[in-house]
């Protein structure tokens, strides 16, 4: 079979397609014929050189989708739809950027639909993280407020429709007053152009400030998210796109404003049920949860579609189909 080896951390062109052994597959683990997956910022810190937890070689990717090729333990059924993400893929073991994956009886969801393979290998790792934030880092309520900062990557797009579907009022951050339509286009009720005062623009709208916020830019800007947020209100931690993840000399009473919560999310795919997995797919397939899909590329594309991810250009999932 086809596979994306890395040998070692750098840049875009040290992706490589090789021909390997189709990996063999025990009890407790599933064979997936891949049809497409998703790209993801997590993957371009492994092939950056950014994880710490990272062994070389490896096939990357942290999600596929595809049929199921073999499942020695008949937990599901050869040619069965499914999805799989997270679990160790393409860190602990070979992940998905290959013709077949073999993962974790754990990691891999069932679903049924008629999308192509491109949009719904834009929805796994998307889905997973955007609905884990909302409910498990911040425990979203309908009629409350939210701010997606770094509202036009993939997971901030997905947080934004989510929330909307869920009922809130969504504000939605960018750096690029182009977008703006683009996230209006998506339901968000107050876009905002980021000028690095945020906190400034929110509470113009709503003076106490907004229940919740999903910080996926870095620490760079999170004193700010912070600040725009109510007391009592949560703020939770999930994004890098800026590659700032600490906190130097972190001091909680002088960094936190009165009152307002800090919370993280990093989470697996189990904090994503199957029947809410299944019941997004069915509002995308219905046009009533409007993913946005940035742009598909072929498996021989793999180094131009991390050139893109890297540069930060997309809006919305960048995909590439193996087939």
């Given at each position: 079979?086809?596979?994306v080896?890395l040998?070692?951390?750098?840049?875009?062109e040290?992706?490589r397609?090789?021909e390997?052994g189709?990996?063999g597959?025990e009890?407790?683990?599933?064979?997936?014929?891949?049809e497409?997956?998703?790209?993801?910022?997590?993957?371009?810190?492994?092939?950056a050189?950014?994880?710490?937890n990272a062994?070389f070689?490896?096939?990357?990717?942290i999600e596929?989708?595809?049929?199921?090729?073999l499942?020695?333990?008949?937990e599901f059924?050869?040619g069965?739809q499914?999805?799989?993400?997270m679990g160790g893929?393409?860190?602990e073991?070979?992940?998905g950027?290959a013709e077949?994956?073999?993962?974790?009886v754990?990691?891999?969801?069932?679903?049924?639909t008629?999308?192509d393979w491109a949009m719904?290998?834009?929805?796994?790792?998307?889905?997973?993280?955007a609905?884990?934030?909302?409910?498990t880092?911040?425990?979203?309520r309908?009629g409350?407020?939210?701010?997606v900062?770094?509202?036009t990557?993939s997971?901030?797009?997905?947080?934004?429709v989510?929330?909307?579907?869920?009922g809130?009022?969504?504000?939605?951050?960018?750096?690029?007053?182009?977008?703006?339509?683009m996230l209006?286009?998506?339901?968000v009720?107050h876009?905002l152009?980021d000028?690095?005062?945020?906190?400034?623009k929110?509470?113009?709208i709503v003076p106490e400030g907004?229940d919740a916020?999903l910080?996926?830019?870095g620490?760079?800007v999170?004193?700010?998210?912070?600040?725009?947020t109510k007391?009592?209100?949560?703020?939770?931690f999930?994004g890098?796109?800026s590659?700032q993840?600490?906190?130097?000399?972190f001091?909680?009473?002088?960094y936190?404003?009165?009152?307002?919560?800090?919370?993280?999310?990093g989470?697996?795919?189990?904090d994503?049920?199957?029947?809410d997995f299944?019941r997004?797919?069915d509002?995308v397939?219905?046009?009533?949860?409007?993913?946005r899909?940035d742009?598909v590329?072929?498996?021989?594309e793999i180094?131009?579609?991390?050139?893109?991810m890297?540069?930060?250009s997309?809006?919305?999932?960048?995909?590439?189909?193996?087939?």
């Amino acid at each position: 079979m086809r596979a994306v080896v890395l040998e070692g951390p750098g840049g875009p062109e040290v992706l490589r397609i090789r021909e390997v052994g189709v990996p063999g597959v025990e009890a407790g683990w599933v064979r997936i014929r891949v049809e497409a997956f998703g790209l993801n910022r997590s993957e371009y810190h492994l092939r950056a050189g950014l994880a710490t937890n990272a062994r070389f070689p490896i096939v990357p990717g942290i999600e596929a989708v595809g049929t199921v090729d073999l499942a020695p333990g008949g937990e599901f059924a050869v040619g069965q739809q499914v999805v799989a993400m997270m679990g160790g893929m393409g860190r602990e073991f070979d992940g998905g950027y290959a013709e077949y994956t073999v993962v974790p009886v754990s990691s891999v969801l069932p679903v049924q639909t008629d999308l192509d393979w491109a949009m719904l290998g834009a929805l796994p790792e998307m889905l997973q993280t955007a609905h884990g934030s909302l409910h498990t880092g911040l425990g979203i309520r309908p009629g409350q407020t939210l701010l997606v900062r770094g509202g036009t990557s993939s997971v901030g797009v997905a947080a934004a429709v989510l929330a909307k579907e869920f009922g809130l009022t969504v504000f939605s951050t960018t750096r690029n007053p182009g977008r703006v339509e683009m996230l209006r286009g998506l339901g968000v009720d107050h876009p905002l152009v980021d000028d690095g005062n945020v906190a400034e623009k929110v509470r113009e709208i709503v003076p106490e400030g907004v229940d919740a916020a999903l910080e996926l830019v870095g620490t760079n800007v999170l004193p700010d998210t912070l600040r725009s947020t109510k007391v009592h209100g949560t703020v939770c931690f999930t994004g890098m796109l800026s590659d700032q993840w600490t906190i130097p000399d972190f001091y909680p009473i002088g960094y936190l404003p009165n009152g307002v919560r800090l919370t993280g999310y990093g989470g697996e795919s189990s904090d994503l049920p199957a029947a809410d997995f299944q019941r997004y797919v069915d509002l995308v397939a219905e046009g009533k949860l409007p993913i946005r899909l940035d742009r598909v590329f072929a498996f021989e594309e793999i180094v131009e579609a991390h050139r893109v991810m890297e540069a930060g250009s997309a809006v919305g999932k960048l995909v590439v189909r193996v087939r």
